[in-house]
């Protein structure tokens, strides 16, 4: 399902032609369908374009696009028969969303690739001039995104820190002269910066 009210869109937009890489916590697979790389997504919590044993039995995962569709069209009262509900082709026990939610979030190699291109980024690229983009990150999970960009735009004088967040735009005061900070929705902020032709 496309929830994506342009937003994704925009932001591919602007960055499709730069030296770019996402790190996200969103799991909702909506970068990928903007046009987003995959090879420069890195989906820390998980993505519901993925299945994973429910136990888990393996480090696996597996796209469920094929299995999704026809248990859309089967469902009934939100409810699908029993014989769709998708089975783990090793141990044969249902299958669930690759969602970090508890301990049973299954990092598999795909996981962990994805991880070491995002590191690899980052350490290829230190003390250049490079832009830290923060969209939308609150305080649930800080030490993912918001405290990292913290730290490696202090390390880093020619780096700079945006963050555009409704209510929540900051920055520490050690960073401030690095920053801009933007208080308000990111869709009608990247709306204006493409309508202005703003040049990342």
Request: hydrophobic share 30%; proline share 5%; aromatic share 12%.
């Amino acid at each position: 399902m496309d929830v994506d009210n342009g937003t994704y869109r925009r932001l591919y937009e602007l960055v499709k032609d730069k030296d770019y890489f996402i790190i996200t916590t969103n799991v909702d697979h909506q970068f990928q369908k903007a046009g987003f790389d995959k090879k420069r997504l890195f989906y820390t919590q998980g993505d519901y374009g993925l299945f994973q044993c429910g136990e888990p039995c393996c480090q696996e995962t597996w796209d469920n696009e094929e299995i999704i569709i026809p248990m859309l069209d089967m469902q009934d009262d939100m409810k699908i028969p029993t014989e769709f509900i998708p089975k783990c082709p090793h141990c044969g026990k249902p299958m669930t969303m690759n969602l970090r939610a508890d301990d049973k979030f299954v990092q598999d190699t795909s996981w962990y690739k994805a991880a070491e291109r995002y590191e690899n980024f980052l350490r290829t690229r230190k003390n250049q001039h490079i832009l830290f983009m923060e969209l939308g990150v609150g305080y649930n999970t800080p030490v993912i995104i918001k405290y990292p960009f913290w730290q490696m735009t202090s390390e880093n004088p020619d780096a700079v820190y945006v963050c555009v967040n409704y209510g929540e735009a900051f920055c520490p005061e050690q960073i401030a002269r690095q920053s801009v900070c933007i208080n308000g929705n990111i869709s009608e902020v990247l709306k204006n910066m493409k309508e202005t032709e703003y040049r990342l």
